[in-house]
């Protein structure tokens, strides 16, 4: 029999995270410090439900806006809480990767930024991978100048902590050259990604699959710049990118189709449509089945795996 003091206190500590989201059972765990006890999780859900304090859904629970009002408003007055711990910002560091693997952009950003409040306010030092976390959700939000500064303030702490040459700091230069290639400023974008694949060519190797991921993103600043020549001479690489990602990713990898996605655009660019055509429906065929139909990635292929001019160049429209 679950201890309904215990239980209360369980039921406010799930007013740390955004309202109306699923709350998966690992995250669950994670927050009541049971993640080794799944068999626990569930009892304590099992009870809370029958209690009409939460409900059910797919992959875990989710509060009605009311409810999570309520046990949000006890969460944070502290006479009624024992207040934030380090639990609730594991919890929010868990939900913040689950949805972020999924793609649900909008729910990643209040996730590591309440966990970064919550740190805040029990002293704990920001590290480099929680800045680099958040620096990834305004990216996926489109909010470019925020997402560039904190890169570049995670970029800071890795060049103390770890070193030029770590491939940590090689993967935020990658990221620096993300948000410079979003916002159109392909030479900075081109000139970061170059520093992360001299560090990535001495810590990780030539057939490392960051390695080749660098490689393809150069390309595709060439691409973007409009200097096909350039992007058809990284063609070589691009398909050395595709023979590692086969190797260590697999075939049916989400990097794997995005390689297949750039050689596609390579060909289109030159006129060679059928390739071109051939390599998109493999991307979202690889899609379709890794992330499933919802997913923002896919949704962006299913747009572009067939470009107007690349059918019209083969005939198809």
């Not at 693997?101 to 409040?117: D, F």
Request: some cysteine.
């Amino acid at each position: 029999m679950i201890n309904k003091e215990d239980l209360r206190q369980r039921y406010v500590m799930l007013g740390v995270f955004p309202v109306n989201v699923d709350i998966p059972m690992s995250v669950l765990g994670k927050l009541w410090e049971l993640k080794d006890d799944e068999d626990e999780v569930a009892l304590i859900v099992d009870e809370l439900e029958r209690e009409s304090l939460l409900a059910r859904s797919g992959t875990g629970v989710v509060l009605h806006s009311l409810q999570h009002a309520y046990v949000r408003m006890r969460w944070e007055t502290p006479a009624l809480n024992a207040g934030p711990n380090e639990a609730h910002c594991k919890a929010l560091d868990a939900m913040y990767e689950v949805y972020n693997e999924r793609g649900y952009y909008m729910i990643t950003l209040p996730c590591i930024l309440e966990s970064m409040k919550l740190k805040e306010a029990l002293g704990i030092q920001l590290d480099a991978m929680s800045v680099y976390k958040l620096a990834m959700a305004y990216k996926n939000q489109g909010e470019y100048a925020k997402a560039l500064e904190m890169y570049e303030k995670s970029l800071g702490i890795k060049l103390k902590s770890l070193g030029p040459d770590h491939p940590d700091t090689a993967a935020t230069y990658y990221e620096i050259g993300s948000v410079y290639n979003h916002q159109g400023e392909y030479a900075k974008a081109l000139d970061m990604y170059e520093k992360s694949l001299g560090i990535k060519l001495k810590s990780l190797g030539p057939d490392h699959p960051s390695t080749a991921a660098t490689y393809h993103e150069i390309g595709t600043v060439y691409t973007n710049q409009g200097k096909y020549a350039k992007a058809l001479a990284t063609l070589e690489r691009y398909e050395k990118s595709l023979e590692i990602d086969l190797q260590s990713l697999g075939p049916d990898h989400p990097g794997t189709a995005a390689t297949y996605h750039s050689i596609g655009t390579v060909y289109a660019n030159q006129g060679e449509y059928a390739k071109a055509l051939e390599r998109y429906e493999k991307s979202l065929e690889i899609k379709l089945h890794s992330l499933g139909p919802d997913h923002p990635d896919t949704a962006a292929r299913q747009c572009l795996h067939k470009p107007r001019r690349v059918c019209q160049g083969i005939g198809k429209v």
